[in-house]
Nanobody
Framework: QVQMVESGGGLAQPGGSLRLSCAASGFTFSNYAMSWARQAPGKGLEWVSGIDSDGDTYYADSVKGRFTISRDNAKNTVYLQMNSLKPEDTAVYYC?????WGQGTQVTVSS
Protein backbone atom coordinates (compact mmCIF):
# COMPACT_ATOMS: atom_id res chain seq x y z
CA GLN A 1 0.00 0.00 0.00
CA VAL A 2 1.00 3.62 -0.41
CA GLN A 3 3.08 4.85 2.53
CA MET A 4 4.88 8.06 3.39
CA VAL A 5 7.36 8.38 6.24
CA GLU A 6 8.58 11.85 7.17
CA SER A 7 11.72 12.63 9.12
CA GLY A 8 14.05 15.50 9.86
CA GLY A 9 11.93 17.69 12.07
CA GLY A 10 13.15 19.20 15.29
CA LEU A 11 13.96 22.43 17.05
CA ALA A 12 15.58 25.29 15.17
CA GLN A 13 16.35 28.87 16.08
CA PRO A 14 14.86 31.73 14.09
CA GLY A 15 16.97 32.17 10.99
CA GLY A 16 18.10 28.56 11.13
CA SER A 17 17.59 25.67 8.75
CA LEU A 18 16.16 22.18 8.71
CA ARG A 19 15.78 19.59 5.97
CA LEU A 20 12.76 17.33 5.97
CA SER A 21 12.68 14.02 4.15
CA CYS A 22 9.75 11.88 3.07
CA ALA A 23 10.37 8.31 2.02
CA ALA A 24 7.56 6.96 -0.15
CA SER A 25 6.66 3.40 -1.06
CA GLY A 26 3.89 1.38 -2.63
CA PHE A 27 3.68 3.21 -5.95
CA THR A 28 5.85 4.26 -8.89
CA PHE A 29 7.29 7.33 -7.21
CA SER A 30 8.78 8.95 -10.30
CA ASN A 31 5.37 9.12 -12.00
CA TYR A 32 3.64 11.25 -9.41
CA ALA A 33 3.64 14.71 -7.93
CA MET A 34 4.54 15.03 -4.27
CA SER A 35 3.47 17.71 -1.84
CA TRP A 36 4.18 19.08 1.59
CA ALA A 37 1.59 20.62 3.89
CA ARG A 38 1.70 21.79 7.48
CA GLN A 39 -0.58 22.35 10.42
CA ALA A 40 0.33 24.92 13.03
CA PRO A 41 -1.04 24.66 16.58
CA GLY A 42 -4.70 25.60 16.62
CA LYS A 43 -4.82 26.24 12.87
CA GLY A 44 -5.97 24.43 9.78
CA LEU A 45 -3.94 22.55 7.25
CA GLU A 46 -1.84 24.73 4.93
CA TRP A 47 -0.35 23.61 1.62
CA VAL A 48 3.36 24.47 1.56
CA SER A 49 4.97 23.17 -1.59
CA GLY A 50 4.69 20.68 -4.42
CA ILE A 51 6.87 19.09 -7.07
CA ASP A 52 5.50 17.35 -10.11
CA SER A 53 6.89 14.34 -11.96
CA ASP A 54 8.81 16.61 -14.32
CA GLY A 55 10.50 18.39 -11.44
CA ASP A 56 8.53 21.61 -11.67
CA THR A 57 8.14 23.16 -8.24
CA TYR A 58 5.47 25.24 -6.56
CA TYR A 59 5.42 27.18 -3.28
CA ALA A 60 3.03 28.96 -1.00
CA ASP A 61 3.73 32.68 -0.80
CA SER A 62 4.52 32.28 2.89
CA VAL A 63 7.58 30.12 2.15
CA LYS A 64 8.66 31.26 -1.31
CA GLY A 65 12.34 32.16 -1.38
CA ARG A 66 13.03 30.34 1.89
CA PHE A 67 11.99 26.73 1.26
CA THR A 68 13.13 24.44 -1.54
CA ILE A 69 11.45 21.21 -2.52
CA SER A 70 13.33 18.50 -4.39
CA ARG A 71 13.04 14.83 -5.18
CA ASP A 72 15.35 11.87 -5.66
CA ASN A 73 13.53 9.31 -7.76
CA ALA A 74 16.27 6.73 -7.22
CA LYS A 75 15.59 6.88 -3.48
CA ASN A 76 11.80 7.41 -3.70
CA THR A 77 12.28 10.42 -1.47
CA VAL A 78 11.12 14.01 -1.50
CA TYR A 79 12.87 16.71 0.50
CA LEU A 80 11.97 20.09 1.89
CA GLN A 81 14.94 22.32 2.63
CA MET A 82 13.81 25.05 4.99
CA ASN A 83 16.03 28.09 5.45
CA SER A 84 15.55 31.41 7.23
CA LEU A 85 13.06 29.75 9.53
CA LYS A 86 10.57 31.90 11.42
CA PRO A 87 8.56 31.14 14.56
CA GLU A 88 5.43 31.07 12.39
CA ASP A 89 6.89 28.07 10.55
CA THR A 90 6.28 26.02 13.69
CA ALA A 91 3.95 23.21 12.69
CA VAL A 92 3.61 19.53 12.02
CA TYR A 93 4.77 18.94 8.45
CA TYR A 94 3.22 16.24 6.29
CA CYS A 95 4.05 14.87 2.89
CA UNK A 96 1.31 13.42 0.73
CA UNK A 97 0.52 11.92 -2.63
CA UNK A 98 -2.24 9.82 -4.14
CA UNK A 99 -4.48 10.66 -1.20
CA UNK A 100 -2.08 9.16 1.33
CA TRP A 101 -0.42 11.10 4.12
CA GLY A 102 2.51 10.43 6.36
CA GLN A 103 2.41 10.62 10.14
CA GLY A 104 4.01 14.05 10.13
CA THR A 105 7.16 15.49 11.66
CA GLN A 106 7.21 18.32 14.19
CA VAL A 107 9.12 21.49 13.38
CA THR A 108 9.53 24.03 16.17
CA VAL A 109 11.20 27.37 15.57
CA SER A 110 12.06 29.12 18.79
CA SER A 111 14.91 30.87 20.51
Amino acid sequence: QVQMVESGGGLAQPGGSLRLSCAASGFTFSNYAMSWARQAPGKGLEWVSGIDSDGDTYYADSVKGRFTISRDNAKNTVYLQMNSLKPEDTAVYYCYALGSWGQGTQVTVSS
